[in-house]
């Protein structure tokens, strides 16, 4: 086998990307003058890095509208998935925020079952439970939970990101996938320059007077994080993957910890990150 065409591979380097990726923006927006031209400015420098890629990957596009359709209706939802995170961002730790984005897979369950009627199997449901257990852990602060703008626009952002998923199932195996990938990133940063009103100039702005090092590592990140995450999932069985992929909880406590001068709470993050994991495991097994 192609060592290009080993899971385990994409599953490292996305490890290693979506750490980066989670700290740089961190950093990224410590400098922000308008958060929404920010995530427009670090969409497109995503998107286009992505479309580079391209030439690696075998070209290929879906013949049925309903494809498109669906792509479509998603894109709005990671373009508020995308706008709203950056706010949240700016407003709690980088190794806290990774946390939180776990909340998107407990809705995915509950939705399911909700929803689409899927069979109810407990240890998926005590892995739901384990996640938000170890959000309620890190947000219980002085006898009650703190529940700040930030965390709930996290909350929103996650609920936002599950429904993208749903209607965006499997899409990507019908594209060239930096292709896809461009598409997810460069029509959302033209969604919300639309809506925001945000201009050239603003957009221009937000590079020239912020971190260019953390805004450009936080843009190639992004998009290479994308393309090997998903690439893994193509190549690997999710039930693996999933988990070793959680393994970015632990990686950002521990890197947040010394670069980023993150240490309130270290043993609760640290308690917070096993049972993230653990509850990846459950719900995959």
Same mark, same amino acid.
């Given at each position: ?28 927006? /410590?400098?922000? @003058? ?5 995530? %427009? &400015? +670090?969409?497109?420098? !995503?998107?286009? =890095? ?90 219980? /602060?002085?006898? @009650? ?5 930030? %965390? &709930? +626009?996290?909350?929103? !952002?996650?609920? =936002? ?125």
């Amino acid at each position: 086998m192609s060592i290009f065409n080993n899971w385990l591979l994409y599953v490292v380097l996305y490890l290693v990307l979506a750490t980066i990726f989670t700290q740089f923006f961190k950093v990224a927006t /410590k400098t922000l @003058k308008k958060a929404g031209a920010l995530t %427009v &400015l +670090l969409q497109m420098m !995503a998107g286009l =890095s992505a479309l580079l890629l391209c030439p690696l990957f075998e070209f290929k596009f879906p013949t049925d509208i309903r494809v498109y359709l669906m792509l479509a209706v998603s894109i709005i939802f990671y373009a508020i998935t995308d706008r709203v995170n950056t706010t949240v961002r700016s407003g709690i730790e980088a190794s806290t925020f990774s946390m939180l984005k776990q909340l998107s897979t407990t809705f995915m369950i509950f939705a399911g079952l909700i929803f689409f009627k899927e069979e109810f199997v407990l240890t998926k449901f005590i892995g739901a439970m384990l996640i938000i257990i170890s959000n309620v852990i890190i947000f219980y /602060k002085k006898g @009650k939970l703190e529940w700040n703008k930030y %965390v &709930l +626009l996290g909350i929103l !952002a996650n609920i =936002s990101f599950t429904i993208a998923l749903f209607l965006d199932v499997n899409i990507s195996d019908n594209f060239n996938l930096p292709f896809y990938v461009a598409l997810t990133l460069l029509v959302p940063s033209i969604l919300i320059m639309l809506f925001e009103r945000i201009k050239p100039s603003e957009i221009k702005e937000e590079f020239i007077n912020g971190n260019k090092k953390a805004i450009l590592i936080t843009a190639l990140s992004w998009a290479c994080s994308i393309i090997v995450q998903l690439r893994a999932y193509q190549l690997g069985n999710v039930t693996v993957i999933a988990p070793l992929c959680a393994l970015t909880v632990m990686l950002n406590v521990i890197v947040g910890y010394l670069f980023l001068n993150e240490r309130d709470n270290l043993i609760r993050k640290i308690i917070s990150a096993i049972l993230i994991i653990i509850s990846i495991v459950l719900i995959k097994i």
